[in-house]
């Protein structure tokens, strides 16, 4: 697990790191803190101590059965609740718990040798190595490594600390299998971390950009949007990555917007059941 770059002031809920005064009493609100799940013991406490190392975050140590409904907000903007089940993310709004999810299905179909859109478009192989500029949920990220099997790697790049921590978390807990390979989960910015890459460092070069237009979501996903980089991929940030590719940069879209053709992108011919298309585009270094 890497944890690299820029500072967890530059998370995106950062601008409510402030102090100010309660009832007297100066009060300092950090954008992420890690606590315990209500079952507290030693062990448990090592445990979330080790999270608040690996992402440089405050651990906050909570007493058995105390709520922290109260701590968001005044404390923390969002925590981590390490428990007996992994790291789940709260803020105000809602929690998140990592979940292999929709990944686990389509790792199983690959396994039975049916077709993936992603491993299609990128012509991932055994002993690829793949950089994820948008990690999000690391459901992409946990289809590469299947596919790039254990003589591959997979580098998720995450802008958002806290969606990084609890991917990186939680992948951390599931077993990927002897069949894949590891995926590394780096907190930073991807248009920043590009830049300090060697041309043709890896094999492809992938993002997921947020939609620009949000559809009907799940809670998972609501929580995903109040905490993700929102910013769209620019053509400054693709050719940095075509720079970087050796095969492919991959671009992720949606149906209904026109973001992939605006970056000079064709559809490659996909599925009609899905609201998802694939653009993809060569290297610009040659060997
Ligand atoms: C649509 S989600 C990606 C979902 C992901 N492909 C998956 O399978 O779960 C986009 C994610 O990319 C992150 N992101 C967007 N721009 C970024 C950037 N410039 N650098 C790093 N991460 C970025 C967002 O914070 C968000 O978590």
Redesign the pocket.
Known sequence: MAWRGASWMAE?VAPSLRAWWMRGRRVTLVPLAVTTSTKVDAALVREARAVAARWGVPFLPRRAKESVAPWLGTKAAALLVVGGDGVTLWDAEGSFGFHA???HLRRMRLRAGEPDAFVRVAELRAGDSVL????????????ASLAVGPSGRVVG????LA??AV?GEGLRRYALGEDSGLIEVVH??????LKTLPSRAFDVV??????AKPRKSQPAFDM?RR?????P?TQE?LEEARRVARRWVVV?GAKYTDDLRKLGLEDEPGSRFTDVIWGRVGPSVEP
């Not at 790049?157 to 958002?160: A, F």
């Not at 930073?188 to 971390?193: I, K, L, P």
């Open positions: 995106s999810g929709m990944a994820d500029c948008t990690l999000g949920l690391a459901q992409d990220a946990m289809v790049l995450e802008r958002s969606l990084g991917a930073a910015d991807a248009r920043e971390y992938f993002f997921d950009p947020m939609f995903l905490f993700a980089e929102h910013a991929l940030t992720k």
